[in-house]
């Protein structure tokens, strides 16, 4: 079962994601020693979680691979749940994400999170070098059951993988001590449709709704995962997540100017070009079309930015409207000590600490 630690004052548990994304002028290397810094940081402050996801052929992120850099950070962080969040399953095969996420739950039991989209994560050249079919999202249902199968090793007895074990596995456990009976990890569906939202009910499974995306009909697909929600073994009442773009900082000003930075990544992003966070100097210097400068407004506005107090009315209104367990920050700037100033300056608006 899924029991949030308090985060202080707040009146939600609050969590932190990751994408890496590079700045221009700092290099991979850079940023992944700050993902290990921020991590440390979201710990010794008391958030919830710290989840990173999956990105492929994206020069501006520095992870294809959440699961390793979760690997990494078991030894950096004490108390924090640590999350691939997510994994595009329909990229991968089952039985290795279990195995996988079989070991994370090993080297550190009851901190491990796995959430499951069913995005590429990438565009279509990138997905078939992935080996990924055309009808991959169809399958996504039959994937996640294939995936929790392996994870609880509980096939039925006449199904075809009844007798592959993902290893490490349930099956292992020191019979002399208390028997591992669950799942190494919690597993989340994602999304940003409600399409994942039916998902995730009819699983008894918990739900987070990607926000930051754009602005897709989460107050519907909440409305859903919650009047269809089926409970499990594992949940046995709807557990929900936002995840949305914030920039905290003690002036408002310069908030927004780091929130630009990654609106113009984003309108890169849609050009199919190639792009890193650009500083926000030259987000103001950029001599664009009247719609693409309208993109990259709109873009800067989807992020919750101003300061602490501000970004925290935002958060608590996303909150009450909906009704969700949990708010998870998408830090978003040019440069990591942007990011890093969020996670520090609300925790201490909520007066957070491990």
Do not use: C
């Amino acid at each position: 079962m899924i029991r949030p630690r308090p985060s202080g004052t707040a009146p939600f548990a609050l969590s932190v994601l990751d994408n890496a994304l590079t700045g221009v002028g700092y290099s991979a290397h850079d940023v992944l020693d700050d993902v290990i810094r921020l991590a440390r940081l979201a710990d010794q402050r008391g958030y919830q979680r710290f989840w990173m996801s999956e990105h492929h052929a994206m020069p501006g992120a520095s992870i294809p691979s959440p699961q390793l850099m979760v690997a990494r950070l078991i030894g950096e962080t004490r108390n924090i749940r640590l999350g691939a969040g997510g994994i595009m399953l329909p990229n991968h095969v089952p039985l290795v994400i279990a195995e996988q996420i079989g070991l994370l739950g090993g080297l550190a039991p009851g901190r491990i999170d796995l959430g499951l989209g069913r995005a590429p994560g990438t565009d279509s050249a990138t997905a078939s070098a992935l080996r990924r079919h055309s009808g991959a999202n169809d399958d996504f249902p039959g994937q996640v059951e294939e995936l929790l199968g392996f994870l609880g090793n509980d096939f039925p007895d006449n199904h075809p993988y009844r007798g592959v074990p993902a290893v490490p596995g349930p099956w292992q456990a020191d019979q002399n001590r208390v028997p591992h009976t669950g799942s190494p990890a919690d597993i989340w569906i994602l999304g940003s449709s409600t399409y994942s939202a039916h998902l995730a009910a009819s699983l008894g499974r918990p739900y987070a709704f990607a926000l930051q995306f754009g602005s897709a009909d989460v107050l519907g697909a909440m409305r859903i995962y919650r009047e269809n929600f089926q409970p499990s073994r594992f949940l046995d009442q709807p557990y929900s997540l936002v995840s949305v773009g914030v920039v905290a900082d003690d002036d408002a000003a310069e908030a927004r100017r780091q929130s630009s930075s990654t609106a113009l990544a984003m309108l890169r992003m849609f050009q199919r070009k190639t792009f890193s966070i650009f500083p926000p100097e030259d987000v103001a210097a950029f001599q664009g079309t009247p719609q693409e400068r309208q993109v990259i407004e709109e873009y800067t506005d989807r992020v919750i930015h101003g300061t602490a107090a501000e970004v925290a009315r935002g958060l608590e209104e996303l909150q009450s409207q909906t009704r969700v367990d949990e708010v998870m920050l998408v830090v978003q700037g040019h440069t990591r000590t942007a990011q890093a100033r969020t996670v520090e300056l609300m925790a201490d608006h909520y007066n957070m600490s491990a």
